[in-house]
């Protein structure tokens, strides 16, 4: 089983910043892949940044040149650095990650969520 600890949203204005972490923990041997998803009332979750274990990165179309994805693959740790904040970033972040326990076998698992909420 993976565990994944989601941290860092909250209440921001219209220009500001916030800082999502993810930690994953468990019986893991590798991760090969961690991103961060959203979803806003009434519509459906969509990809907001994504990030291999080689490094490589992928962002919607919404948030390029303002957020950015990175990884501390020693503590299976993603980050979400996001600056120019709009009211329409406003949205559950969800935590996702995939790879392979020590048994072998593959997981998918998703966090629960974090509020990021951007009103002035």
């Known amino acids: 089983q993976v565990q994944l600890v989601e941290s860092g949203g909250g209440l921001v204005q219209p220009g500001g910043s916030l800082r999502l972490s993810c930690a994953a923990s468990g019986r893991i041997f590798s991760i090969s892949a961690m991103g961060w998803y959203r979803q806003a009332p009434g519509k459906e979750r969509e990809l907001v940044a994504a990030?291999?274990?080689?490094?490589?990165?992928n962002y919607g179309d919404s948030v390029k040149g303002r957020f950015t994805i990175s990884r501390d693959n020693a503590k299976n740790t993603v980050y979400l650095q996001m600056n120019s904040l709009k009211p329409e970033d406003t949205a559950v972040y969800y935590c996702?990650?995939?790879?392979?326990?020590?048994?072998?076998?593959?997981?998918?698992?998703w966090g629960q969520g974090t509020q990021v909420t951007v009103s002035s």
């Open positions: 996702n990650t995939e790879g392979t326990y020590y048994s072998g076998y593959y997981f998918h698992h």
């Open positions: 990030i291999a274990s080689g490094g490589r990165t």
